[in-house]
Each structure stands twice: as structure tokens, then as C-alpha cells.
């Protein structure tokens, strides 16, 4: 089991920046993906970012490409979401999420375990 928590989220002006962070615990000696996922209201649930164990390869969505950027330090067990130019679309809701197979992937379903999200919105 991993249990994942997020932080950070809150009110911004749009062209402002927040930071993001996700703490994971419980099997946190595996080897996994992480990603970020967000969901407006009325919405699905879109992929944002992922990221390697190892942190080499990450990955994301047009959207944000540009804007935002992932980051992890496994010391820490957490991983981040650096998110610069926020824009009014950005509101959402935001989930990390661990996939236990590392595919490394922006397919929700190839995600294990998902925290209880953060709210993040962005007025202009």
C-alpha cells in the first residue's frame, strides 16, 4: 500500500506561480512512476505531468508544456509541481498518483494508488 498526500494548492492570480508537493508512505521502497492528474469541475480527469523513479524522463501534457515542471526527491519520498503562468483553465482539483509497474504513462487507469487531491484555482 502507498498512501499519498498533496499540499500546496490554494487561490492565484493568473501569471502566478504555486508549488505543489505529494509525500508519499507506506511501500515507499518500491521503485515507481509518479504522476500528476487534475479535474475541473464538470470535467474527467486529465493527465498533467509524470515522472520517473529515477527522475531521467518525464513527461507532459501540451497544456502545460512550458509551464509547469515535475520534480521528486525519493529521499523525501515526495514528488513536485512546479506550475509558473497560471492561467484561469488551470483550476482544477489535483491528484498525484503512483503507478507501482513504473509504465510511465499519462493512461490513469496504469495508476495503483491516488491521493486525496488539492484544489488549485486560478482567477484573472
Known amino acids: 500500500q502507498v498512501q499519498l498526500v498533496e499540499s500546496g494548492g490554494g487561490l492565484v492570480q493568473a501569471g502566478g506561480s504555486l508549488r505543489l508537493a505529494c509525500a508519499a508512505s507506506g511501500r515507499t521502497s518500491s521503485r515507481y512512476a509518479m504522476g500528476w492528474f487534475r479535474q475541473a469541475p464538470g470535467k474527467g480527469r486529465e493527465f498533467v505531468s509524470a515522472?520517473?523513479?529515477?527522475?531521467?524522463?518525464?513527461l507532459y501534457a501540451d497544456s502545460v508544456k512550458g509551464r509547469f515542471t515535475i520534480s521528486r526527491d525519493n529521499a523525501k519520498n515526495t514528488v513536485y509541481l512546479q506550475m509558473n503562468s497560471l492561467k484561469p483553465e488551470d483550476t482544477a482539483v489535483y491528484y498525484c498518483?503512483?503507478?507501482?509497474?513504473?509504465?510511465?504513462?499519462?493512461?490513469?487507469?496504469?495508476?495503483?494508488?491516488w491521493g486525496q487531491g488539492t484544489q488549485v484555482t486560478v482567477f484573472s
Open positions: 515522472i520517473t523513479w529515477s527522475g531521467s524522463r518525464t
Open positions: 498518483a503512483a503507478d507501482i509497474d513504473s509504465r510511465f504513462s499519462g493512461n490513469y487507469d496504469y495508476y495503483d494508488y
